[in-house]
């Protein structure tokens, strides 16, 4: 064996036994000074405060947890929220005092009145439907049913003229003329075709027929 390989197998040797060695671990342990209520970390160097306890000073400090609320995992914040059905006030958490006909919502930190009621300061008053009217699809308030529109706190019936029809909109008249008619105040009036000319798209007014050109209100040949 040359010289060189016989110093390379002494030098692993070495590695291996300083590595092995229990004092050695020790002070690869002892170096990190865990403090009370924490532990060292898993991964990487240093330590961290266990659940509950937060860390002050170069210290863990326990977090005070009042009474209706629990620990979270997170570092930040005060370290704990209120129970469902409890809201924070400075630190501590107080009962949510749910009106008659509400009820506790998703998060269960604030109320919310029943379908067919609406918050009123801290009540919920039941929502007066008027005839010809119906709840809407939340329950806070009520619509017109078709035919009818919202007025004064009541729905009134939409007049639709002679040859006309209702329509679905929530705004303008409520209803439309019949094709070959065109709204003229509040009736339908018939569109008065002149010669060589058809109803055009809208069913409300009028187009020439090829090879007629619109002249005012007549179709000419040009």
């Known amino acids: 064996m040359s010289m060189m ?13 300083i590595l092995a060695s229990p004092s ?11 403090p009370d209520n924490a532990s060292a970390r ?8 266990d659940r509950g306890y937060r860390e002050i000073d170069e210290g863990c400090t326990g977090i005070d947890v009042p009474a209706n609320a629990y620990l979270t995992d ?5 370290g704990w929220v209120c129970d469902r059905g409890y809201r924070m006030l400075d630190e501590t958490c107080i009962a949510i ?8 919502d998703s998060l269960g930190d604030r109320w919310k009145c029943d379908r067919g009621y609406r918050s009123v300061e801290q009540s919920c ?14 329950g806070e308030a009520w619509t017109c049913e078709r035919g009818y529109r919202a007025a004064a706190g009541a729905c009134l019936a939409i007049q639709v003229p002679s040859n006309g029809y209702l329509t679905n909109a929530s705004y303008g008249a409520g209803w439309t003329c019949d094709r070959g008619y065109e709204s003229v ?17 809208s069913g409300s007014g ?17």
């Open 5 to 17: 390989r016989r110093r390379d197998v002494s030098l692993h040797t070495l590695i291996l036994a």
């Open 24 to 34: 050695v671990a020790f002070a690869q342990v002892g170096a990190v000074a865990v």
């Open 42 to 49: 898993s991964y990487g160097s240093g330590w961290e405060c």
């Open 74 to 78: 997170s570092a930040y914040g005060r």
């Open 97 to 104: 005092e749910v009106p008659p006909n509400a009820y506790l």
């Open 125 to 138: 008053l039941a929502i007066e439907v008027p005839p010809n009217a119906y709840l809407n699809t939340f």
């Open 185 to 201: 105040g509040e009736a339908c009036v018939a569109v008065q075709l002149p010669e060589n000319a058809h109803l055009d798209y």
């Open 206 to 222: 009028w187009d020439c027929n090829r090879p007629y050109r619109r002249q005012e209100d007549r179709c000419d040949l040009l």
